[in-house]
Every structure is written in C-alpha cells, then in structure tokens.
C-alpha cells in the first residue's frame, strides 16, 4: 500500500473505508424496518382473520365446529379467547380430564 503523506488523501481514503462500513448499517436499519412492517402488516391480518371468522359464527349462522369441519379452524386469538370464556364458565375441555390425569399420575407414582 502506498503511503500517504498529503492529509487530504489520507481523510478521503479513511472516508471511503468509513462509508463502506456505513453501507453495512444502512441495509441492516433498511432490513429492521422491512420486518416491523411486516410484523404490523401480520398482526392486522391476524385481526382480520380473527373478525372474520367472529362474523361467520355471530352473523352468518355457522358454529365454530362447523367452520372446523370444513377446514376453517378458529384462528388462535379466537381459541384463547373462548377458552377463557370457557374456563369462566367452568366448562374448560381439560377440567373434565384434569383428575383423572392426576390420579393416574398419583397411581404411577406409587
């Protein structure tokens, strides 16, 4: 490499190394807002999906077991939700298992 004695060249050189540096942080802040887009983007469909199938159920007539049926499973938010409301209820589908689960565990324990 050959050397530098004039400071002007020396800024200009250490500036192209600094910007091919800066190219690397461009793309990664480039990519990062990509992926919060498409984070925003995924969480609206999630609650589209999850709206519209509450309107198949509430206002078309159909049961979220015939939705299932037919290959439309409830979509995860709805799930959780019926779920609690479920468990409120005390009709939660694994507190029917829950002590026969237990006892075989205290069973095999022995």
């Known amino acids: 490499m050959a050397k530098l004695t004039d400071p002007q060249q020396a800024e200009e050189a250490a500036q192209r190394l600094l910007n091919d540096r800066m190219d690397y942080v461009r793309r990664a802040i480039t ?3 990509a992926l919060d887009e498409a984070r925003e983007a995924l969480k609206e469909a999630e609650k589209n999906d999850a709206q519209a199938f509450q309107a198949a159920v509430n206002n078309g007539g159909w049961t979220a077991e015939e939705l299932r049926k037919i290959g439309l499973a409830a979509p995860e938010k709805v799930q959780r939700v ?5 468990a409120k209820n005390g009709a939660s589908p694994s507190s029917d298992s829950a002590p026969e689960e237990l006892a075989e565990s205290a ?3 022995s």
Request: hydrophobic residues 25%.
């Open 31 to 33: 990519a990062r807002g």
């Open 82 to 86: 019926q779920r609690r409301k479920a």
């Open 107 to 109: 069973d095999t324990a």
